[in-house]
């Protein structure tokens, strides 16, 4: 069963995202519009992406809460991502034993950055006004995410071996199901269901952005007009 | 004119709370059959405007990236919602950057997204009605497009492509603003948007040349389509007739003359400025922009430089080679097309030009960057020119110089208020709260470095601000252009021109 459901649901995920970056890619960009200062070469805006991508360049400029807030959350985020790849190989890299306890404070990390990130949104009136009942659900449930995901850590520890040997069956089973002997097991079915509702929204929502930052031609433009004439593919001769 | 509520200048630039509806008072006065046609704009709104509208979107989507990513992919941080000068000056919320695209985000949401069709409440999705309309004639109308809010955004959002979209689907269903269609339609007919026929333009600059002669002794030239000459000037077309704006035109002539160049002014092409960009109109940029270049080819002049005017820059930079390129026919060896400022960098570099400082003595000078120039343009072949070449400038024409507060000048400038097509008189109430960021710097140095003149290169911030400031106490004599500090130091006649 929960097979079935994995597989439509990275479907979903894989398709959708990346029918939305070729929607992306394929729209013209008729004019050069990049957000000044900004690099002459390709390689200059490779390096500007990387630093956004990375650092944040565009938003520490413009907010230092969301700056700090936002930074703290996707680095925690890509360190746990990291970490959960131990989840799905056999057997697990050496590599694998040491992050173990930085993943689980970066686990600790990400649910303070998201509180954090709500209580913005809350506390500061612009935010606030900005913000409809999406805005915030989709923080909640990054927070369910990451606090079912502490709480097998902390409290309720699933037989997460027998999860692991059961996942490992899953992609080859279509009737395998994980264990469900203990509340730990139920937190993990929950973290499972949270994390395909969030993968099935993702293609559809803001979460977007997650490609989209790419495209933007603001920021991926190489400032040459004069030296290089750039074409609008929809002009008329 | 009716008086206008002043707001109270304050030490710092302030956040204001946010209020609802400050402003949804002022509409922009819409355009009439008789401006509306003639562009090819339904000249009334047209019957099934909701229908037409979507679909106008639907096909912007279609050509236009930034708007397709744009509308996607905002997180809603919030960290453009104190970036805007309209904002500032008028707590609107509707004039924070993201709530402005929200007007038309909420209406993508509802007839191009699934969760929009299926949960409308949930994400804020919204039909496209009469209501909605009417905010969007209304706030998209109080956007300059300086741009200031993409330089903030995490992914570069540009409020100004969502503006200019939302003004296409507005003119494309007959609902445009009669300012920018009425003077699209004077430079299709008469080359400028001022609408100055050719023998008031040929009278103003004998006038003004004379003007030079008896101030100056020398002979110092305005040619007008004079054709073999080196360099075609496209100047914005309020240098010709307004102050302080003439003032730099005589500068540019002076420049021309003491180097030694040949120059001319085109009747056809007598306009920098390019309204196509504020109305979102590829079309009508194009066409515009185009006379430009028939003019450099029927001229056979070997340059192209442009005025003292910021969006006209950013036009002319960032758009003319795609417009109307390549220039090709043009002298290699110089950037086409290229500022003023950089030619007359370029030339002092190379030792052409003497300039008096002391001329300019009397002057504590500060500089305003324009929005456009700073945030869409360069000057010089390095990023960042557009501050760097202009402040060159004034640092030979004069002795005191002076910046602004860091985070009001260079790419985090407050635009003037006027920009994007706003400069028009029934949004006064607009324009003086929303040069209020620009004024509180200002008003600093002028306590803290007894600062007294802020050199302009745009047409717009210069009959903005000489509008406006006065209604803060700040006289207008206040501002001018960098050339008209470069013209006061030029010493006509100290060498010969070397080209």
Known sequence: MLTVLAYIVVIIFLVGFLSRLVIYARSPAPLKIATTPAPTTRLGVVWRLVTEVIFFNSLFKGDKLAWAGGLAFHGALAVVLIRHIRYFVDPVPAFFGPLQIIGIVAGVVMAGALGFLLLRRLLIDRVKYISSPADYLFLILLLAIAGTGLLMDFALRPNIVAIKANLMAMWSSVTGLPPLNSAGDVMFLLHLLLVAVLFVIFPFSKLMHAGGLFFSPTRNQVDNPREQKHVNPWAEP | ?499
């Open chain 2, 1 to 499: 004119m009716a008086d206008h509520p002043v707001p109270i200048v304050t030490d710092d630039i302030k956040t204001p709370l946010v209020k609802t509806d400050t402003m949804a008072h002022l509409a922009p006065y819409p355009g009439t059959a008789k401006h509306m046609e003639p562009m090819g704009f339904p000249g009334e709104r047209v019957e099934n405007w909701q229908q037409k509208g979507i679909e106008k979107l639907g096909e912007l989507l279609k050509k236009y990236r930034s708007l397709q990513v744009y509308l996607d992919i905002c997180v809603k941080c919030g960290a453009c919602t104190d970036k805007c000068h309209y904002y500032l000056g008028t707590q609107d919320a509707h004039n924070m950057p993201v709530q402005r695209a929200e007007l038309m985000r909420s209406v993508y949401r509802r007839y191009f997204t699934p969760a929009g069709k299926m949960f409308p409440d949930l994400v804020r999705a919204v039909d496209f009605d009469e209501e909605v309309l009417q905010k969007w004639f209304t706030y998209f109308h109080q956007c300059s497009q300086c741009r200031r809010c993409s330089v903030f955004c995490p992914f570069g959002i540009d409020t100004a492509e969502i503006t200019m979209a939302a003004r296409e689907i507005m003119n494309a269903i007959g609902v445009g603003h009669k300012y920018s269609v009425e003077i699209i339609g004077k430079v299709h007919q008469l080359g400028n948007n001022l609408g100055i026929p050719k023998p008031a333009l040929k009278g103003t600059l004998e006038f003004l040349e004379e003007e030079i002669l008896d101030s100056t002794g020398h002979d110092v030239r305005l040619p007008l389509d004079q054709e073999g000459a080196e360099v075609l000037l496209v100047a914005p077309s309020a240098d010709f007739f307004s102050e302080p704006h003439i003032q730099s035109l005589m500068g540019y002539a002076k420049v021309f003359h003491q180097a030694g160049i040949s120059f001319t002014i085109s009747s056809y092409a007598s306009e920098a400025a390019n309204f196509g960009m504020f109305i979102g109109s590829y079309e009508h940029q194009k066409k515009i922009a185009k006379r430009v270049v028939e003019q450099a080819r029927a001229l056979k002049v070997k340059r192209l430089v442009v005025g003292e005017c910021g969006h006209a820059w950013r036009v002319a930079y960032a758009f003319w080679n795609t417009l109307n390129g390549p220039f090709d026919f043009l002298d290699p060896r110089y950037p086409a097309p290229q500022h003023i400022c950089e030619f007359t960098h370029d030339l002092i570099q190379r030792g052409a030009l003497t300039l008096d400082k002391s001329a300019n003595d009397n002057l504590r000078v500060t500089f305003h960057d324009s929005c456009n120039v700073a945030r869409a343009t360069r000057m010089g072949p390095k990023a960042g020119g557009q501050f760097e070449i202009p402040r060159d400038l004034i640092r030979a024409s004069c002795n005191h110089f002076f910046d602004m507060d860091e985070d009001t000048i260079r790419e985090k400038t407050f635009c003037c208020g006027g920009g994007g097509g706003l400069l028009t008189d029934e949004l006064m109430d607009l324009r003086v709260k929303g040069v209020v960021p620009r004024v509180t710097a200002l008003k600093r140095v002028m306590e803290q470095d007894k600062v007294n003149f802020m050199a302009l290169i745009c047409a717009i911030c210069k009959a903005q601000f000489t509008k406006v400031l006065p209604m803060y106490g700040i006289p207008m004599e206040m501002v001018g252009g960098v050339h008209q500090l470069v013209s006061n130091a030029i010493q006509l006649g100290a060498r010969e021109g070397v080209v």
